[in-house]
């Protein structure tokens, strides 16, 4: 089983739905992210969590939120969605370290399309 | 606000060719570069870390060079195999160690 699972894996939506995506992790890790990427793009941090009761604003955060349900599960949610919110996402985790040898792990990916 | 380039956008040659791929940044304050590679539907694999304080790591065919000081990196992959045909990204740690990413090469290696 993957270290780090993202559900679902890919998703079709309409403009204007409430959408969640998940991320789950078995690696014991506190620290989790969500990035999207865009064709051509980088990828961008969307919001960050450093522990349960630790979550920030990444930078592109508007028309997203986030929930840190417990250390293992980290979830991204699409109050309204819009089309160009239409990316692939990823969630990653981190260990705790002194900074410098801080290594992310990744999970697989969700695709989401906004009609 | 740290920026980070990848040069080329796309690369081919044939297997077992060396290469190198470029990566730069524009702030040198950094705490670490990362590689990383990404395959078509799946996520990104950590294929070499440099703390801000090292020149080069190494693993197997692959070596990593960073040169804070002109905000600089490069991959060197040796006999690249067709196996290594995938998307390299470069990242920067910089403070509260996010991850700032450059737009990646996308590696072509024909048998």
């Known amino acids: 089983d993957a270290d780090v699972t993202q559900t679902p894996r890919n998703r079709i939506t309409k403009t204007g739905k409430r959408i969640m995506l998940e991320c789950s992790q078995t690696k014991g890790h506190d620290r989790m992210y969500w990035y999207r990427q865009d064709p051509g793009l980088g990828l961008q941090l969307i919001y960050y969590?450093?522990?349960?009761?630790?979550?920030n604003k990444g930078e592109i955060s508007d028309g997203y939120s986030v929930s840190r349900q417990a250390q293992a599960k980290f979830s991204l949610s699409l109050e309204s969605a819009i089309p160009n919110q239409t990316a692939l996402y990823f969630c990653?985790?981190?260990?705790?370290?002194?900074?410098?040898?801080?290594?992310?792990?990744f999970g697989s990916g969700t695709q989401l399309s906004v009609l | 606000k740290q920026e980070v380039t990848q040069i080329p956008a796309a690369l081919s040659v044939p297997e077992g060719e060396n290469l190198v791929l470029n990566c730069s940044f524009t702030?040198?304050?950094?705490?670490?570069l990362q590689w990383f590679r990404q395959d078509p539907g799946k996520g990104l694999t950590s294929l070499l870390l440099?703390?801000?304080?090292?020149r080069e790591q190494t693993s197997g065919r692959l070596n990593a060079s960073l040169d804070k000081s002109s905000g600089r990196s490069t991959l060197y992959i040796a006999a690249s195999q067709p196996g290594d045909s995938a998307t390299y990204l470069c990242?920067?740690?910089?403070?509260?160690?996010?991850?700032?990413f450059g737009k990646g090469t996308l590696l072509t290696v024909n048998p």
């Open positions: 440099i703390q801000s304080s090292q």
């Open positions: 969590s450093f522990d349960v009761k630790d979550i």
């Open positions: 990653a985790t981190s260990e705790t370290t002194t900074g410098a040898n801080e290594k992310l792990f």
């Open positions: 702030d040198s304050a950094i705490y670490n």
């Open positions: 990242a920067v740690a910089g403070s509260n160690y996010k991850l700032t």
